[in-house]
């Protein structure tokens, strides 16, 4: 259960959760983290269907109780509390729009893909074939998004010269299928880029937790 005044993070090992737990250790926010068994995550009734009946991991919990869903949320809330950290370009700044536009095409058109594709029954049913079809088709325009964020991110980091939130995004979900093989061959840029945040000192402990097998 979420301690009270404590900033509690609702986490599943290696999934999107992961983003908002490698932000907040580089901005040094102070939180816990409640881990939800996989197994739960999409049953009625579950402890996460209280806090987020979207049945979605991550969720925050904040001190006063309040309940914060959606991971690009959850990035720009957390640079405005550690303005310091530079996950997010400021207000007026030349690369906000970019940073923008790039935050969202990750979170919100990229990120469903794998909603769909690992539980293609709640849209076709039990008909296995249809759900053969469905993570096929996934799977392709998954790709092709891929390649499309390729052609928007610069080097050595997705802005440019300055990290910020968009790399830990792509250090994550590099990790999910296609896995970092077809990266390496298909989106060099984003591949490099998940490489060089890979080796963040401060995150050794997050990807250890979260890809203990890797």
């Not at 197994?39 to 914060?68: C, D, F, M, Q, W």
């Not at 392709?140 to 980091?157: C, F, Q």
């Not at 998940?194 to 890809?211: E, G, M, T």
């Amino acid at each position: 259960m979420p301690l009270a005044n404590k900033l509690t993070l609702i986490a599943g090992r290696g999934g999107g959760s992961t983003v908002p737990e490698a932000l907040m250790t580089l901005a040094g926010v102070d939180f816990v983290r409640e881990e939800i068994d996989w197994k739960e995550i999409y049953k009625t009734g579950s402890r996460l269907a209280a806090i987020n009946p979207a049945g979605h991991i991550p969720a925050l919990i904040l001190k006063n109780g309040e309940i914060v869903t959606e991971s690009g949320a959850m990035a720009l809330l957390i640079s405005e509390w550690a303005p310091d950290s530079a996950l997010a370009p400021p207000v007026g700044a030349k690369e906000r729009a970019k940073f923008l536009r790039m935050l969202f095409f990750i979170t919100a058109t990229l990120y469903p893909m794998w909603t769909f594709d690992d539980m293609p029954e709640r849209y076709v049913g039990r008909d296995e074939a249809a759900q053969k079809m469905v993570r096929k088709k996934v799977g392709a325009r998954r790709e092709e998004l891929w390649r499309a964020l390729e052609g928007m991110v610069s080097k050595p980091w997705a802005l440019g010269r300055k990290m910020s939130a968009l790399d830990i995004f792509i250090a994550v979900m590099t990790r999910w299928r296609p896995r970092r093989d077809w990266f390496e061959e298909e989106c060099p840029k984003l591949h490099a880029i998940a490489l060089k945040a890979d080796k963040l000192p401060a995150l050794k402990d997050v990807w250890a937790r979260n890809f203990p097998t890797e």
